[in-house]
Nanobody, 120 residues
Framework: QAQLVESGGGLVQPGGSLRLSCAAS????????MTWYRQSPGKERELVALITGAGSTTNYTDSVKGRFTISRDNAKNTVYLQMNSLKPEDTAVYYC?????????????WGQGTQVTVSS
């Protein structure tokens, strides 16, 4: 059973930085695309960043391009999200995610989330 555990959230001032980590277990981490999502109160969950299994391809939502960097260490079964130049609108619960297709159906796996609050 896939398990994802996020850490690294907290309170930071505008312009500050945080690094989120997501430790994975229960599946062959290195072959799976990993993503970070976020959700603010009253808003839908939003895809923030994606990284393929070998780390060769990354993608970002427009609002974080140039500020956030997704990376992974397949030896440690961990994916990271480095967040720089944080803005109040980045405040959200951040979730780590991956998915599998089982008998043709997509099954998503989520961590418990980590709160990021950007405020002065």
């Amino acid at each position: 059973q896939a398990q994802l555990v996020e850490s690294g959230g907290g309170l930071v001032q505008p312009g500050g930085s945080l690094r989120l980590s997501c430790a994975a277990s229960g599946f062959t981490f290195s072959i799976y695309t990993m993503t970070w999502y976020r959700q603010s109160p009253g808003k839908e969950r939003e895809l923030v960043a994606l990284i393929t299994g070998a780390g060769s391809t990354t993608n970002y939502t427009d609002s974080v391009k140039g500020r956030f960097t997704i990376s992974r260490d397949n030896a440690k079964n961990t994916v990271y999200l480095q967040m720089n130049s944080l803005k109040p609108e980045d405040t959200a619960v951040y979730y780590c995610n991956t998915w599998k297709y089982i008998s043709g159906s997509r099954h998503d796996y989520w961590g418990q989330g980590t709160q990021v609050t950007v405020s002065s």
